[in-house]
């Protein structure tokens, strides 16, 4: 089992949820955890209203409305649910999770928009969690730049903002593209509570591809095989 914790004040949703598909369709049994405050996820699946539990959406599983990630893992320890190959985490507070959740993740994923205040909020969550006890040596975030229009923003423009944490950050950050189609396809996703990705342009599929493969041992041709087949397949 892999465990990846994305974090962050940026809404990551609709990224997640893809990268689940794909993951999916690669033929890896995969849970979702909506630690959200919003419970975002609920509302694009078509829980929204619904008890705390798991439910299946697209042939991967969402855990939904779990006020506390050890909630969750009481409620898994009393079902009949197999196990998962792959553990997402959108960790919307840094009380959602125990601290030694953040050591024991097999990746920790900082995910990041352009804008500023954002930015700085998640220069203020940074800071909070460096005081925890959580906090070691050992722990590197992943970079991860969502809804990027246009690729003009330097890195050390980033880098500065957030420069008073000290996070050691691995490889180079990966930039994922918004543009109107993606934009539309979110929309129209989260109102039919379905999750088409043929329509998204190829340098998003592109900037998927390459941080599934970051993240994991999949080879290209499989994360491209595995992309085709999503594309196909509708919730």
């Not at 465990?3 to 809404?11: L, N, P």
């Not at 705390?52 to 009949?80: K, P």
Request: charged residues 25%.
């Amino acid at each position: 089992m892999k465990t990846w914790i994305f974090a962050g004040v940026s809404e990551k949703n609709d990224f997640l949820l893809y990268m689940a598909k794909v993951l999916s369709c690669s033929g890896y049994r995969v849970l979702l955890v909506d630690g959200t405050l919003q419970h975002n996820y609920a509302h694009h699946i078509g829980a929204a209203g619904q008890d705390q539990g798991i439910y299946e959406f697209s042939g991967f599983d969402v855990a939904c409305y779990f006020r506390h990630g050890e909630d969750l893992m009481t409620w898994l320890n009393h079902s009949e649910e197999e196990a998962y190959d792959y553990w997402l985490w959108d960790v919307g507070s840094l009380d959602y999770i125990l601290d030694h959740r953040w050591k024991e993740a097999d990746a920790c994923v900082w995910c990041s928009s352009f804008s500023l205040t954002n930015l700085l909020s998640d220069q203020r969550w940074l800071n909070e969690l460096s005081r925890s006890s959580a906090w070691s040596s050992e722990i590197a975030f992943h970079q991860l730049y969502l809804n990027v229009i246009e690729d003009r923003t330097a890195d050390s423009y980033i880098t500065s903002i957030m420069s008073q944490v000290s996070v050691h950050w691995l490889a180079d950050p990966i930039r994922i593209p918004w543009d109107e189609t993606a934009a539309a396809l979110k929309i129209d996703n989260e109102h039919t509570s379905r999750l088409r990705i043929k329509p998204l342009s190829r340098r998003y599929k592109r900037a998927l591809a390459q941080f599934i493969q970051r993240l994991s041992d999949m080879e290209d041709h499989h994360i491209h095989k595995a992309f085709k087949q999503a594309g196909r397949r509708r919730a």
